[in-house]
T-cell receptor
Framework: AQSVAQPEDQVNVAEGNPLTVKCTYS??????LFWYVQYPNRGLQFLLK??????LVKGSYGFEAEFNKSQTSFHLKKPSALVSDSALYFC????????????FGAGTRLFVKA | KAGVTQTPRYLIKTRGQQVTLSCSPI?????VSWYQQTPGQGLQFLFE???????NKGNFPGRFSGRQFSNSRSEMNVSTLELGDSALYLC?????????????FGEGSRLTVL
Protein backbone atom coordinates (compact mmCIF):
# COMPACT_ATOMS: atom_id res chain seq x y z
CA ALA A 1 0.00 0.00 0.00
CA GLN A 2 1.10 3.51 -0.70
CA SER A 3 2.13 5.64 2.25
CA VAL A 4 3.82 8.93 2.95
CA ALA A 5 5.65 9.77 6.17
CA GLN A 6 6.41 13.20 7.49
CA PRO A 7 8.36 12.39 10.63
CA GLU A 8 8.15 15.84 12.19
CA ASP A 9 4.85 17.24 13.42
CA GLN A 10 6.44 20.65 13.75
CA VAL A 11 9.56 22.41 12.56
CA ASN A 12 10.78 25.61 14.17
CA VAL A 13 13.27 27.88 12.43
CA ALA A 14 14.45 31.45 12.80
CA GLU A 15 13.79 33.90 10.01
CA GLY A 16 16.70 34.01 7.60
CA ASN A 17 17.86 30.51 8.43
CA PRO A 18 17.53 27.58 6.03
CA LEU A 19 14.65 25.21 6.53
CA THR A 20 14.03 21.56 5.74
CA VAL A 21 10.77 19.67 5.99
CA LYS A 22 11.25 15.94 5.64
CA CYS A 23 9.23 13.44 3.65
CA THR A 24 9.70 9.76 2.85
CA TYR A 25 7.38 7.57 0.87
CA SER A 26 6.59 3.96 0.25
CA UNK A 27 5.09 3.40 -3.17
CA UNK A 28 5.62 0.78 -5.82
CA UNK A 29 7.04 2.01 -9.08
CA UNK A 30 8.00 5.60 -9.78
CA UNK A 31 5.36 7.91 -8.37
CA UNK A 32 4.77 11.55 -8.96
CA LEU A 33 5.78 13.55 -5.87
CA PHE A 34 4.31 16.82 -4.67
CA TRP A 35 4.46 19.40 -1.92
CA TYR A 36 1.46 21.49 -0.95
CA VAL A 37 1.03 24.25 1.62
CA GLN A 38 -2.06 25.12 3.62
CA TYR A 39 -2.74 28.41 5.37
CA PRO A 40 -5.35 28.62 8.15
CA ASN A 41 -8.92 27.95 7.02
CA ARG A 42 -7.85 27.60 3.41
CA GLY A 43 -7.49 24.82 0.89
CA LEU A 44 -4.14 23.44 -0.17
CA GLN A 45 -1.89 25.28 -2.59
CA PHE A 46 0.59 23.55 -4.87
CA LEU A 47 4.28 24.31 -4.26
CA LEU A 48 6.25 21.98 -6.48
CA LYS A 49 6.38 18.55 -8.06
CA UNK A 50 8.79 15.90 -9.22
CA UNK A 51 7.84 14.07 -12.37
CA UNK A 52 11.15 13.04 -13.90
CA UNK A 53 14.61 14.37 -14.63
CA UNK A 54 16.72 16.54 -12.34
CA UNK A 55 16.54 15.45 -8.72
CA LEU A 56 16.39 19.04 -7.50
CA VAL A 57 13.13 20.72 -8.37
CA LYS A 58 12.32 24.36 -7.81
CA GLY A 59 8.89 25.66 -6.99
CA SER A 60 6.92 28.63 -5.78
CA TYR A 61 8.02 31.19 -3.18
CA GLY A 62 11.69 30.11 -3.29
CA PHE A 63 11.03 26.54 -2.19
CA GLU A 64 12.85 23.57 -3.66
CA ALA A 65 12.85 19.85 -3.04
CA GLU A 66 15.38 17.10 -3.50
CA PHE A 67 14.28 13.73 -4.78
CA ASN A 68 16.37 10.79 -3.59
CA LYS A 69 15.28 7.53 -5.13
CA SER A 70 17.52 5.25 -3.08
CA GLN A 71 16.25 6.74 0.17
CA THR A 72 12.71 7.23 -1.16
CA SER A 73 12.76 10.75 0.17
CA PHE A 74 11.53 14.08 -1.12
CA HIS A 75 12.58 16.74 1.40
CA LEU A 76 11.36 20.31 1.06
CA LYS A 77 13.94 23.05 1.48
CA LYS A 78 14.33 26.80 1.42
CA PRO A 79 17.65 28.64 1.80
CA SER A 80 16.25 31.53 3.86
CA ALA A 81 12.98 31.25 5.78
CA LEU A 82 10.44 34.05 6.06
CA VAL A 83 7.88 34.57 8.81
CA SER A 84 5.23 34.38 6.10
CA ASP A 85 6.33 30.79 5.36
CA SER A 86 4.69 29.70 8.60
CA ALA A 87 1.99 27.24 7.55
CA LEU A 88 1.11 23.55 7.30
CA TYR A 89 3.06 21.62 4.67
CA PHE A 90 1.98 18.37 3.06
CA CYS A 91 4.03 15.90 1.07
CA UNK A 92 2.02 13.80 -1.39
CA UNK A 93 2.46 10.97 -3.87
CA UNK A 94 0.46 9.80 -6.83
CA UNK A 95 0.79 6.58 -8.78
CA UNK A 96 1.68 6.99 -12.44
CA UNK A 97 -0.78 4.29 -13.28
CA UNK A 98 -3.73 6.51 -13.92
CA UNK A 99 -6.23 8.50 -12.00
CA UNK A 100 -5.59 11.32 -9.61
CA UNK A 101 -5.82 9.48 -6.30
CA UNK A 102 -3.19 11.25 -4.23
CA UNK A 103 -1.90 10.07 -0.88
CA PHE A 104 -0.91 12.78 1.57
CA GLY A 105 1.40 12.76 4.54
CA ALA A 106 0.11 13.85 7.92
CA GLY A 107 1.52 17.32 7.49
CA THR A 108 4.29 19.30 9.16
CA ARG A 109 3.60 22.63 10.78
CA LEU A 110 6.34 25.13 10.12
CA PHE A 111 6.90 28.01 12.53
CA VAL A 112 9.29 30.74 11.45
CA LYS A 113 10.23 33.07 14.27
CA ALA A 114 11.21 36.65 13.61
CA LYS B 1 -9.80 32.10 -14.52
CA ALA B 2 -12.00 31.14 -11.60
CA GLY B 3 -10.65 28.62 -9.13
CA VAL B 4 -12.36 25.62 -7.59
CA THR B 5 -15.55 26.71 -5.87
CA GLN B 6 -17.05 24.79 -2.98
CA THR B 7 -20.42 25.43 -1.39
CA PRO B 8 -21.45 25.82 1.30
CA ARG B 9 -18.33 26.98 3.12
CA TYR B 10 -19.70 26.24 6.56
CA LEU B 11 -22.58 24.14 7.77
CA ILE B 12 -23.87 22.63 10.98
CA LYS B 13 -25.90 19.44 11.08
CA THR B 14 -27.12 17.08 13.75
CA ARG B 15 -26.48 13.36 14.02
CA GLY B 16 -28.62 11.29 11.70
CA GLN B 17 -29.13 14.03 9.15
CA GLN B 18 -27.65 14.00 5.68
CA VAL B 19 -25.61 16.62 3.86
CA THR B 20 -24.76 17.44 0.26
CA LEU B 21 -21.66 19.39 -0.66
CA SER B 22 -21.02 20.91 -4.05
CA CYS B 23 -17.86 21.52 -6.04
CA SER B 24 -17.37 23.43 -9.28
CA PRO B 25 -13.98 22.67 -10.81
CA ILE B 26 -11.79 25.00 -12.78
CA UNK B 27 -13.15 25.44 -16.28
CA UNK B 28 -11.84 22.69 -18.54
CA UNK B 29 -10.91 20.36 -15.70
CA UNK B 30 -12.53 16.97 -16.01
CA UNK B 31 -11.27 15.23 -12.87
CA VAL B 32 -12.69 16.01 -9.45
CA SER B 33 -11.44 14.46 -6.22
CA TRP B 34 -12.76 14.74 -2.68
CA TYR B 35 -10.76 14.62 0.56
CA GLN B 36 -11.69 14.67 4.21
CA GLN B 37 -9.37 16.61 6.50
CA THR B 38 -9.46 16.14 10.26
CA PRO B 39 -6.86 16.99 12.91
CA GLY B 40 -6.45 13.36 13.88
CA GLN B 41 -6.49 11.64 10.50
CA GLY B 42 -5.02 14.29 8.24
CA LEU B 43 -6.10 14.29 4.61
CA GLN B 44 -7.98 11.17 3.60
CA PHE B 45 -8.94 10.41 0.01
CA LEU B 46 -12.67 9.87 -0.48
CA PHE B 47 -13.16 9.40 -4.22
CA GLU B 48 -12.28 10.69 -7.65
CA UNK B 49 -14.53 11.27 -10.64
CA UNK B 50 -13.57 11.65 -14.25
CA UNK B 51 -16.08 12.14 -17.05
CA UNK B 52 -18.97 11.31 -14.74
CA UNK B 53 -17.42 7.98 -13.68
CA UNK B 54 -15.98 7.14 -10.31
CA UNK B 55 -12.41 6.19 -11.06
CA ASN B 56 -10.98 5.70 -7.57
CA LYS B 57 -12.49 5.24 -4.13
CA GLY B 58 -11.00 5.51 -0.67
CA ASN B 59 -11.76 3.49 2.43
CA PHE B 60 -14.91 5.17 3.62
CA PRO B 61 -18.26 3.58 4.47
CA GLY B 62 -21.11 3.55 2.00
CA ARG B 63 -22.68 6.54 3.76
CA PHE B 64 -20.26 8.62 1.74
CA SER B 65 -21.19 8.92 -1.91
CA GLY B 66 -20.61 11.24 -4.78
CA ARG B 67 -21.37 11.96 -8.36
CA GLN B 68 -20.20 14.08 -11.22
CA PHE B 69 -22.35 15.84 -13.77
CA SER B 70 -21.76 16.32 -17.47
CA ASN B 71 -20.39 19.83 -16.85
CA SER B 72 -17.79 18.29 -14.46
CA ARG B 73 -19.43 19.77 -11.38
CA SER B 74 -19.47 17.30 -8.53
CA GLU B 75 -21.45 16.67 -5.40
CA MET B 76 -20.74 14.49 -2.43
CA ASN B 77 -23.33 13.28 0.01
CA VAL B 78 -23.01 11.95 3.52
CA SER B 79 -26.03 10.21 4.95
CA THR B 80 -26.83 9.37 8.56
CA LEU B 81 -24.27 11.79 9.88
CA GLU B 82 -22.09 10.82 12.84
CA LEU B 83 -20.11 13.06 15.16
CA GLY B 84 -16.90 11.76 13.60
CA ASP B 85 -17.93 13.14 10.23
CA SER B 86 -17.11 16.63 11.45
CA ALA B 87 -14.31 17.73 9.17
CA LEU B 88 -13.13 20.01 6.43
CA TYR B 89 -14.15 18.49 3.10
CA LEU B 90 -11.88 19.53 0.28
CA CYS B 91 -12.53 19.25 -3.42
CA UNK B 92 -9.72 19.28 -5.95
CA UNK B 93 -9.76 19.36 -9.73
CA UNK B 94 -7.29 18.43 -12.45
CA UNK B 95 -7.24 18.52 -16.20
CA UNK B 96 -7.65 14.79 -16.67
CA UNK B 97 -6.08 12.02 -18.67
CA UNK B 98 -2.37 12.29 -19.34
CA UNK B 99 -1.94 15.27 -17.09
CA UNK B 100 1.08 14.86 -14.82
CA UNK B 101 0.46 17.92 -12.76
CA UNK B 102 -0.97 19.01 -9.51
CA UNK B 103 -4.37 19.16 -7.90
CA UNK B 104 -6.14 22.49 -7.59
CA PHE B 105 -8.01 22.73 -4.32
CA GLY B 106 -11.05 24.67 -3.27
CA GLU B 107 -11.21 26.31 0.13
CA GLY B 108 -13.33 23.54 1.55
CA SER B 109 -16.65 22.99 3.23
CA ARG B 110 -16.41 22.82 6.99
CA LEU B 111 -19.00 20.46 8.39
CA THR B 112 -19.82 20.37 12.07
CA VAL B 113 -22.03 17.54 13.32
CA LEU B 114 -23.70 18.09 16.69
Amino acid sequence: AQSVAQPEDQVNVAEGNPLTVKCTYSVSGNPYLFWYVQYPNRGLQFLLKYITGDNLVKGSYGFEAEFNKSQTSFHLKKPSALVSDSALYFCAVRDRGGGFKTIFGAGTRLFVKA
Amino acid sequence: KAGVTQTPRYLIKTRGQQVTLSCSPISGHRSVSWYQQTPGQGLQFLFEYFSETQRNKGNFPGRFSGRQFSNSRSEMNVSTLELGDSALYLCASSLGEGFTGELFFGEGSRLTVL
